[in-house]
């Protein structure tokens, strides 16, 4: 009989994978690996979220693996920006191929595959998106502009990420874009990869979950969980996970910690975000707010403008929450300053 996960021990498990529940001491690529990347549409929120995850960690120390090409980040799950080790972007790409996301149509993918090869000779040095687009207008005859199908789709097929410049903490206005050499890699064997990945990550979890991370249909994975670790939840749903998963206790305690905009611990999972404050947190322009945990739990949402940060309480916390949401608030603000 499978043993049945409480909402407490999930919720404890994310936290515990997602190097949520203590910092740790790890070399940022390792620790991205860990976290199966991190979402960047924003070029500061994986600064932030690293802060909250890694124990004495500076802005330099990213910012130096990005100029090395140890770290990248470009567009994979669900072809939004993530930050991942370079190991990991060519095998999370090469699992995506057969995978984009739905609106990046087999169209685009055709218009595309027609110029990878002189666009990533032009892209073996930075570019803006108004290079390209001028190189494919005036020497192929194609416009990219508007819809963002073919775009997307140059960047997926094309191995061409955002400059280290442009994933600085201050980047640039006007991003610039570079081809990275990526090795060959059996696409069938990555997407069982990425899936035990994504369950290394944030399992144990359900096939509907696995399919929201990635941007995959369960089709495209279904095959991979063939002899995985095996739960249920309390709505009897069936959760899949690797075989050295942790299952922290329930009661194991959870340290306050600041999320970043967008961070994908709260992509569509109630594990850590209570029903009742999703619209205060996801917004219908597909925004997320940056928020905080107090005991596992998103408990409100935070800013930093004018050399402050501020907090906004969903409701009213005991005493000795308040005093650990004011100092991790106080030690946050002094990184950020």
């Not at 990991?88 to 699992?95: E, I, K, V």
């Not at 947190?281 to 940060?309: H, P």
Request: hydrophobic residues 40%; aromatic residues 8%.
């Amino acid at each position: 009989m499978e043993r049945v996960l409480s909402p407490r021990e999930l919720n404890r498990a994310t936290l515990a994978r997602q190097l949520l529940l203590r910092r740790a001491r790890l070399p940022v690529p390792r620790a991205v690996e860990r976290l199966a990347g991190m979402q960047a549409q924003w070029a500061p929120a994986p600064y932030v979220g690293l802060w909250s995850r890694l124990e004495g960690f500076r802005r330099e120390t990213l910012e130096r693996a990005l100029r090395r090409g140890t770290v990248l980040r470009g567009v994979l799950m669900r072809g939004t920006v993530h930050l991942l080790s370079a190991s990991d972007y060519a095998l999370f790409g090469a699992a995506l191929d057969v995978a984009p996301p739905a609106w990046v149509t087999r169209a685009s993918q055709e218009t595309a595959a027609g110029v990878i090869e002189p666009l990533r000779r032009f892209a073996a040095e930075p570019r803006t998106r108004a290079e390209i687009e001028e190189l494919l207008e005036r020497e192929h005859g194609l416009n990219i502009e508007g819809p963002n199908g073919v775009w997307y789709a140059l960047r997926l097929q094309g191995r061409i990420v955002h400059s280290a410049e442009s994933s600085s903490w201050k980047g640039p206005r006007r991003p610039s874009f570079v081809a990275v050499d990526c090795p060959e890699i059996d696409p069938e064997r990555a997407r069982a990869e990425l899936v035990r990945r994504y369950l290394a990550a944030f399992g144990p979890a359900t096939r509907g979950e696995i399919g929201r991370w990635s941007g995959m249909r369960v089709r495209d994975f279904a095959w991979s969980l063939n002899g995985l670790r095996t739960f249920r939840d309390e709505q009897g749903r069936e959760l899949y996970d690797v075989g050295r998963g942790w299952i922290p206790p329930g009661d194991i305690v959870a340290p306050v910690r600041f999320l970043p905009k967008w961070d994908n611990t709260l992509l569509d999972r109630t594990r850590l975000l209570p029903e009742e404050y999703r619209d205060a947190v996801l917004r219908s322009n597909a925004d997320v707010e940056q928020t905080f945990l107090v005991d596992g739990l998103v408990a409100g949402t935070w800013r930093f403008k004018d050399e402050r940060l501020t907090t906004t309480l969903f409701a009213p916390l005991p005493r000795e929450a308040r005093r650990e949401l004011q100092d991790e608030a106080a030690r946050l603000a002094t990184w950020l300053r």
